[in-house]
């Protein structure tokens, strides 16, 4: 049973460029959640899909944006790149309250 | 605002003793707790989580304890061993309605020597 993969597994971007992030959720689970994680802190919420719908956004601007398809997988679509936006992107699927993590997309912004 | 904290960055243990790792929260609306473990270059693993209409949940060897009047809970690993070496995170969610958004706090760093 496959778990929740993500890819890239890295990525280089330049200010101001715009990048997309894939995930596909372990199988069963029908809700994607994305989070941020920057380096020594703890994974910030940044938005859950449910639906195809986004059901909850955290404290993240309008630059984050997403997608849900059909078949439960999801995009992070993260437009006008700052430095600060350097970080280890997670994705978490469920189909209850535990929520199942992947390897992270490491992005870096120069 | 943080609702979530880890008070030590870091812990060290010797193989064969008990890990004990510490987790407070300040929202007293938090009903659902989790603990991950994370390695380096992969994503967080979850450990074991617990209701907040309980105080204990076991499962091998980690047991959680959560003692909502003091919004503390606790990770117990009994006995120690060297993989266990990790970051381990603690997280809340309100389960009720729709709400499923995880708060995490900073982290543990333990150390578990041979």
């Known amino acids: 049973d496959a778990g929740v993969t993500q890819s890239p597994t890295h990525l280089i971007k330049t200010r101001g460029q715009q990048v997309t992030l894939r995930c596909s959720p372990k199988s069963g689970h029908d809700t994607v959640s994305w989070y941020q994680q920057a380096l020594g802190q703890g994974p910030q919420f940044i938005f859950q899909?449910?639906?195809?719908?986004?059901?909850q956004r955290g404290n993240f601007p309008d630059r984050f944006s997403g997608h849900q398809f059909p078949n439960y997988s999801s995009e992070l679509n993260v437009n006008a790149l700052l430095l600060g936006d350097s970080a280890l992107y997670l994705c978490?699927?469920?189909?209850?309250?535990?929520?199942?993590f992947g390897p992270g997309t490491r992005l870096l912004v120069l | 605002d943080q609702q979530v904290k880890q008070n030590s960055p870091s812990l060290s243990v010797q193989e064969g003793r008990i890990s004990i790792l510490n987790c407070d929260y300040t929202?007293?609306?938090?009903?659902?707790f989790l603990w991950y473990k994370k390695y380096p270059a992969e994503g967080p693993t979850f450990l074991i989580s617990i209701s907040s209409i309980k105080d204990k949940n076991e499962d091998g060897r980690f047991t959680v304890f959560l003692n909502k009047s003091a919004k503390h809970l606790s990770l117990h690993i009994v006995p120690s061993q060297p993989g266990d070496s990790a970051v381990y995170f603690c997280a809340a969610m309100l389960s009720g309605g729709s709400n499923y958004k995880l708060t995490f706090g900073k982290g543990t760093l333990l150390t578990v020597n041979p």
């Open positions: 929202n007293s609306m938090f009903d659902y």
């Open positions: 899909y449910y639906e195809e719908e986004e059901r």
């Open positions: 978490a699927s469920s189909s209850g309250e535990t929520q199942y």
